[in-house]
């Protein structure tokens, strides 16, 4: 990581998988999926992932000494009511982190369950209390069948978090940002698509011959927040 706008030399490339690495050994050897990684501490790093549910992994000092992990992140409740079915868990994190130090954990997650996809935001201060709820997309109705895993990037300086949601033709691309450390968000359509809401089945207007879209979206924010 680049601190106090000082970028070091990347190091070498691990010879060994970070969950077969750790403080508690052999025992955390687990396979997983979609990491996501952020300064944490003064000087250290936090990894999430996902592995029937979402767990996080830190060390103090980054790029040095084994990671502290894996540790569960809980589920939001009634997620098997929301998004139908069993078992269901959060997957596919994007984690940025704020605080003077660092150690504000911001996880954007998703959940598809066997007739939904509902998208999350989680927030702790200290790893132990966590704030879930939905996304910020609530605020226009937007958190529940309408994007799906992969379809948000997040950024954050200081305490700016900008989130965008971008799902293809069929969703406006939605931006997200908060300049509180994620207390509260604003919203804004980055690019409106002509046929959001449309019903598919039944709906005359949503006949098309060519349709056109961005398919992918990124989003970085600075100290005077997206411009």
């Known amino acids: 990581f680049a601190r106090k ?3 070091g030399k990347w190091g070498g490339i691990s010879a060994t998988r970070v969950e077969a690495k750790t403080e508690k050994g052999a025992e ?3 396979r997983t999926g979609w990491p996501t990684i952020a300064p944490y501490g003064a000087e250290g790093e936090i990894l999430v992932n996902h592995s029937e549910g979402l767990n996080y992994w830190i060390r103090t000092k980054a790029g040095q000494g084994l990671w502290d992990g894996p540790h569960a992140i809980p589920n939001p409740e009634n997620l098997d009511e929301i998004v139908k079915g069993k078992d269901n868990a959060l997957a596919w994190p994007r984690i940025v982190t704020t605080g003077e130090n660092n150690e504000v954990l911001h996880i954007f997650a998703a959940a598809s369950g066997d007739s939904g996809t509902a998208q999350y935001y989680l927030r702790t201060a ?6 879930i709820q939905f996304a910020p997309a609530e605020m226009d109705n937007l958190h529940i069948n309408i994007y799906a895993a992969d379809d948000y990037a997040v950024s954050a ?7 965008v949601y971008c799902a293809g033709f069929m969703s406006h691309v939605m931006c997200y940002e908060s300049n509180d450390g994620g ?3 604003n919203s804004r359509i980055v690019w409106e698509s002509p046929i959001h809401g449309l019903d598919w089945e039944t709906d ?3 006949l098309f011959s060519r349709l056109y879209g961005p398919t992918q979206a990124s989003v970085a924010i600075g100290k005077d927040g997206v411009t």
């Open 5 to 7: 706008g000082k970028v």
């Open 28 to 30: 955390a050897d687990m």
């Open 126 to 131: 200290d790893l132990q209390n966590w704030d």
């Open 157 to 163: 300086n200081g305490e700016n978090i900008a989130v």
């Open 183 to 185: 207390l509260t968000w």
């Open 204 to 206: 005359e207007n949503s």
